[in-house]
């Protein structure tokens, strides 16, 4: 069974910088598809971006092209997601996921069957 923890949430002024990690423990392959998720108060759950282990193959949200950067250390099995240009809009608590099952790109929430409990990223005006 895969455990997830997601770190490196906070508050943060508009334009800046966050960068969250998701460390996995238990047995995780490089082949697992790991994706990001937020979910804002009163909101349903949104996939932000997607990364496939094995290739490094990468979706993003429209809402976040351009601005975030999802990629992963198989060796320390880490994933992370780079936030720049933060927006007031980015505020959610933010959610990691893995699945062993996939090999292809989703952003899908119900596609992933491991998540982490979240972290919350508050990006102020």
């Known amino acids: 069974e895969v455990q997830l923890v997601a770190s490196g949430g906070g508050l943060v002024q508009a334009g800046g910088s966050l960068r969250l990690s998701c460390a996995a423990s238990g047995f995780i392959s490089d082949d697992y598809v790991r994706g990001w998720f937020r979910q804002a108060p009163g909101k349903g759950r949104e996939g932000v971006s997607c990364?496939?282990?094995?290739?490094?193959?990468?979706v993003y949200a429209d809402a976040v092209k351009c601005r975030f950067n999802i990629f992963r250390d198989n060796a320390k099995s880490t994933g992370y997601l780079q936030m720049n240009s933060l927006k007031p809009e980015d505020t959610a608590v933010y959610y990691c996921?893995?699945?062993?099952?996939?090999?292809?790109?989703?952003?899908?929430?119900?596609?992933?069957?491991?998540w982490g409990p979240g972290t919350q990223v508050t990006v102020s005006s």
């Open positions: 996921a893995v699945e062993s099952n996939l090999r292809s790109l989703t952003t899908r929430s119900a596609d992933f069957g491991s």
């Open positions: 990364i496939i282990g094995s290739d490094g193959s990468t």
